[in-house]
């Protein structure tokens, strides 16, 4: 029974490298979610246990893995941003996706006990499915988590709307939906402003008082309390997009840290302090403040 | 704060969507195994409490999938067996792979405690990559299954030898390993049969008397109590890659199930008992016995 | 000036090899045909000189790549079929493409003159872009071969329907684009026919009797003087898609030939005539009569 | 005979567009040109009938190819950049590949007997295969650009002192060999130097005197008798690759040329003079000098 017979099936296997230097974003996303968050009386239009649950779950995801250097969450997606020089499992985009989907999940489902007590899990358990994106350039990387800020920003923006006529405003689910479609399609362009409005007005809600992990999102990732190493503090924070100028070889820039240097930086990672914020990260403020987020690697 | 000027970034995303009419398996592998069943004493060189533990993981994806055909599993691997025809997911295969691997990886977790009581789970929780490889003919998917089992026979019944050196004969494991490998490098192509004569002679073990879930790994499967419907009990075991007589188009073949019919075969593969067994499956008696399993879908 | 430094830029290449066990469609495309034929003045609705032109440049492709058993052309395509186990160029997706392509192309050019005497080209000159697709299945394969051949009795029936109007008929472009729209939207699903009809009953003309090798398209392959060696003789003519019966593992299907036999089997296709037919190949008999064009290879 | 039955086998062809925000390389390379110029008496080390029917040919194609910004050209291989933000054949890669391989084939093949007279072309005909490659920073593409003329500086040092070592010094092909190899292992780091040294000390050739088409390779670019349009005029060389600051969105950065603004572009680099010149582009000289063949679109 040698299995030598057998083993030409192997060459059906393809190799799933990613291009380099492409930054790479894993996102997962809750699977079924909108039945699941009616069966456990998720709070609407947001669960503080919820969000609280997600977040706990990705800073044990950055923890684990040194090279996600940002991640970047919202409702029920996150985004895990792997830096454009990593070579975790050697790039694989399925090793990737599926070792950062499970370990979210798996994580979800054993610390959900702490945030909703009194409420075991039950079958379908709940899971996150995950997918591999590249950046090439770090403007796109920077454009793509806008696209996700900007995205929560909207969405909570209706949701809160919509939530206020339904739970303060008495108004019917259905006749809500139709009123808020009635202003979008009058008032394209102007939409948030408008829902602000209606959201003052009628509730005496300032949606600027909302709590800002609701409108911004929950951003992770690493603080030191020591200062980087030198060859980073002087850098420009935009420096990553910043070719060396072209007389220095490509070689010169990403010349790979010798293997103790490597090791050394790893271990600073793995003790620096990861924290969750609610900011901007669309603005420019966020990075330049922290230039080591997303610098390039010397 | 729109997000429209962000949005191109979706371009980015590329199609994973798999070749129609190919066999699809999605293989999930335990992550750091070897340091994991370390840490928690798993017994050598087989646990019988971990094999019950995947099994029971994998009984309950394929109860949730109704798609997948078969799985085979051994040792922390599983591969789940995707009918030909399936549109699951619109057979993109990130969500494919990463659905079943934290399917996969939730249900060990949340089950452990059942298999492994008094032994709670503690961080890097234990996870399961995965990834999806296509098989174009029947033949192909029946000697990739027929690989695996070749590798579980041929893994098991080393460690069963080396395993009983070490245990039963008091050989150091680098004195086992070097007598095996001086074994293995002199008796090339005779290789199961010496080990079998090593472990009888020296410790009065036959290894055919060792239990099947050992030496055959896994099979999981669905088992019908009611009689397949009409327009397969007539059906030729290997009829799946027979085609049609080429006068009849393609179209006949796969013409889908009208929607009523296809809810009602949905419905019977959720009524069926999902099964485990031991058995071989490299020839043919498993298949032609329950010709369901791999037949084509009128 | 060493040029290691510079030698990462490989690792952007990314590896095009195509999925085992599967037939290999090259289909190239005359690109901006629909000038190029005003150009040189094309008689409408088919030209004689261009079809044959485009027929001996397939010849002499097929000539040259002993992998390619069958191919078949229509208007200003040409489809290439390498058998499934072909492992020319290990099967990379872009050197058959740009190969067959350019090797179509470079054909065309330099027999133009023998086609079109007193038309020497001129710039843009005529190229064939070129595309590879993957059939798992025989019947996959016949089925796309079919599809060419459907598309064009279809596209010549209403071409010969179209110019009959025009150039018998008296009739302007648009006035005959017209009333063959609306016939077409009264007798959806009678299509042909009608057209039949009315070529038949305004013009005197019975499709039926057009030119085979307008309503039919041309099928390139091989003939042999000599009987195909033993092996393929008994052979059922489906046998391709039937795979052994399980008990024989996939080795003993595909074992590779010994390389004496390989070169002599290579020669043997060498000497063959290729042949150009203008024929049915939807239904079974051309292929039931020429079993060896799609066998298995021993 | 309609072709609906068939149609389904169009859902295994793939879609192919190659990824936004990259540089698109075409390489093409010559099909068995080791015989080819064998069977020609192509001179050695150079011939250059040969090199300047290629570099006609590659002329032709930048012509006809407006997005195409520069190209590079060494023994039978050649070049093609296609600007980051070309959406020709909506980037799809076999179009691309396949196009300009045919194009080029064809240029060739017809341009040959200018290049060769009294040699008329016999099959085997001359083809070149093509490829692919993306790259995602301007970086990386000068980065490719350095590695194939330092290539082609290697291997024309290696070829010129080759064969003046048989033509000149009257050894054998294999006595030159070994001698040179035998020197290359001594002298692994200073290889350039030495083989400078053997070429002068030996037969009084300063391979610095060799002509520059030989030692450099041919670039072949637009030059405009106009001055760019003035958002080009000021642009740092290196722009391409500097983002904006973040404050700006993607957006504004590559906003789209209106309708009338990309037609009017568009003829004036079809207006543009398509040179050839055989100079360095590994140093920053002369991409400094002429910003506009790298330089972002606006």
Chains 1, 2, 3, 4 share one sequence.
Not at 66 to 94: K, P
Not at 204 to 232: H, L, Q
């Amino acid at each position: 029974m040698a299995n030598s017979e057998f083993q030409y099936v192997r060459l059906h296997e393809t190799w799933d490298g990613l291009a380099p230097d492409n930054w790479i974003v894993v996102r997962i996303d809750g699977k079924g979610f909108s039945k699941f968050t009616k069966r456990y009386d998720f709070a609407k239009p947001n669960d503080r246990r919820a969000i609280d649950l997600m977040n706990a779950a990705a800073v044990e995801v950055v923890k684990q893995f040194v090279d996600i250097v940002v991640a970047y969450g919202q409702s029920d997606e996150y985004s895990f941003v792997f830096h454009e020089d990593t070579t975790l499992f050697d790039r694989r985009a399925f090793k990737l996706a599926t070792t950062i989907a499970t370990t979210f999940s798996v994580e979800y489902a054993l610390q959900w006990p702490q945030f909703f007590p009194g409420q075991p899990l039950t079958r379908p358990f709940p899971t996150f499915d995950g997918r591999t994106v590249l950046y090439p350039k770090l403007r796109n990387l920077r454009d793509y988590l806008s696209w996700r800020q900007a995205d929560c920003h909207i969405n909570n923006l209706y949701n809160t709307t919509f939530w206020s006529m339904v739970q303060l405003g008495g108004m019917t689910p259905t006749a809500a939906e139709l009123e808020l479609k009635k202003w979008l399609n009058q008032n394209q362009g102007t939409v948030s402003a408008d829902k602000n409005e209606i959201l003052f007005s009628r509730f005496k809600i300032n949606y600027n008082n909302e709590p800002e992990v609701y409108r911004k999102g929950s951003v992770v990732f690493r603080e030191f309390d020591d200062p980087p190493p030198s060859t980073d503090t002087n850098i420009d924070p935009h420096s990553a997009t910043n070719p060396p100028t072209p007389t220095q070889p490509h070689q010169t820039q990403t010349k790979p840290l010798s293997k103790t240097q490597a090791e050394k930086e790893r271990k600073r990672r793995q003790k620096a302090r990861v924290v969750v914020e609610h900011v901007d990260i669309i603005k420019d403020g966020f990075w330049d403040s922290r230039p080591w987020i997303l610098a390039s690697r010397g």
